[in-house]
């Protein structure tokens, strides 16, 4: 990502901050997963929006107008040793001349710095509750400005949240924003193939996951979140992930994975036929969900509102499943009551971005969002019949089944971005059956 989008983000922002205001940010904390091993790092999500500054421990601080500069990063210093060991580090002057900072200091000087910098600002744009380390900081630097008010220091008077301006900024996509959401879902693309293709009866489905991890590996990109490798019954658990069975011929697997790419994420579901051939009523069931994962798609329209794919998802999905009799009963009936939610869980998607769930409201003044061009959303509508569901015929048991694509709202028809991914009945089987 060009320097320069990030500089744009940072002005729209101050701008809407206005005069007199301070924003301060903390990077993501390094998160320990054993003893001294640490996770791999992940910057957040808003942090990385504002600067695409990479490392951890650091912050970003926002003040509109400064004379000396709007945009102040504090980062960790250069070290030699501590470089040797653990990394190379940006340092203040890189932290200037790479991102674009007006002015970097020490992190550590944190403390000795901030306050003053906070001082005669009338209000504060922080996020509460994120890091409650850090808002502990943040809270003692005001207090210190108080305890300085005869000396003629003046606190800030109101604390405002960065985030509710922030996350509306970053549910419109830009176009550079849109070109990595596409890098990241074409290597997701092929990762889904390259498994369909891969698959075999006797395989694990850690043997599977395994495609995709390597695969986003070898394009320098990581997973956007944890991958759902679920075969036969594991298909109707929402979110498994622990993917240690077995494919069996004769079931279904339902694949959800996705890579992200400069933190911009994808986010694909495939289910297919571990053996390469959809069975009688497998195919039955599979029709009916991709058939309401295309009408939903339909109504991804700017000027049409957030939950009219869900509502139309939900009206094909409760259709199809009295016509192969797994629910009984009248459709409208049906879905007043939500029988539906037996076999139809979740909601039909969500907005995509920096983090796969992201950032945004659903509604504004209690009304469903209108849809917007720039806006990312999936569509995901899925049917799960466990083994021993009441009522329902044993041979439409231990299906499931999700179809999940990513959709840009535009001006004119949805843009599904990650269409390349076969999910037509006749093109998995051809897909699976072809020649490498
Ligand atoms: N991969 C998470 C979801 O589809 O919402
Ligand atoms: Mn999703
Ligand atoms: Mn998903």
């Not at 990063?73 to 900072?101: H, P, S």
């Not at 693309?189 to 498994?195: E, F, G, R, S, Y």
């Not at 021993?388 to 694509?405: L, Y």
Request: proline share 4%.
């Amino acid at each position: 990502m060009n320097i320069k989008e990030f500089a744009r983000r940072r002005k729209q922002l101050m701008r809407m901050m206005g005069e007199g205001s301070v924003a301060i940010l903390p990077a993501a904390p390094v998160s320990i997963r054993n003893r001294d091993v640490d996770y791999r790092y992940r910057q957040d999500s808003d942090f990385q929006y504002l600067s695409g500054f990479p490392e951890p421990e650091a912050v970003i601080v926002l003040i509109p107008d400064r004379k000396h500069g709007e945009f102040i990063l504090f980062c960790r210093e250069r070290d030699v040793e501590m470089e040797t060991w653990n990394g190379k580090r940006v340092g203040q002057e890189g932290a200037c001349e790479l991102y674009g900072a007006d002015d970097s200091f020490p992190v550590n000087d944190l403390d000795e710095i901030l306050p003053g910098m906070i001082e005669g600002c009338e209000r504060v744009f922080y996020t509460m509750g994120t890091q409650p380390e850090f808002d502990q900081h943040v809270l003692q630097w005001v207090n210190k400005i108080r305890s300085m008010n005869r000396g003629g220091a003046r606190a800030p008077g109101e604390f405002i949240s960065l985030e509710h301006f922030l996350h509306d900024m970053r549910l419109y996509k830009s176009r550079a924003e849109v070109a990595c959401h596409r890098k990241a879902m074409k290597v997701s693309v092929q990762a889904h193939k390259l498994a369909m293709k891969v698959c075999q009866p006797g395989m694990k489905e850690y043997e599977i996951e395994a495609e995709f991890l390597y695969h986003f590996q070898r394009n320098g990109m990581q997973p956007a979140y944890s991958s759902i490798v679920g075969s036969g019954a594991n298909g109707c658990i929402l979110h498994y992930t622990e993917n240690s069975d077995t494919l069996h011929d004769g079931d279904l697997l339902l694949i959800d994975a996705g890579a992200e790419d400069e933190c911009y994420a994808a986010d694909i579901t495939r289910t297919f036929p571990v053996n390469g051939v959809f069975s009688k009523a497998q195919k039955a069931v599979y029709e009916v969900v991709l058939n309401s994962q295309l009408a939903a798609i339909d109504k991804v329209r700017a000027g049409g509102h957030w939950n009219e794919p869900h509502q139309t998802a939900v009206q094909v999905l409760t259709e199809g499943l009295v016509e192969l009799g797994i629910l009984k009963g009248k459709v409208r009936a049906l879905i007043k009551n939500e029988a539906y939610r037996r076999f139809y869980m979740h909601r039909t998607g969500h907005w995509l971005g920096m983090d796969v769930h992201d950032v945004g409201d659903y509604k504004v003044d209690s009304e469903w969002r209108e849809l917007e061009p720039g806006m990312m959303l999936t569509v995901e509508p899925g049917l799960y019949i466990p083994a021993g569901s009441k009522g329902v015929a044993k041979k439409w048991w231990d299906t499931g089944i999700r179809i999940e694509d990513d959709v840009l709202v535009t001006r004119d028809e949805p843009k599904v971005l990650t269409g390349a991914a076969p999910k037509h009945i006749d093109d998995i089987q051809e897909w699976m059956a072809s020649q490498a």
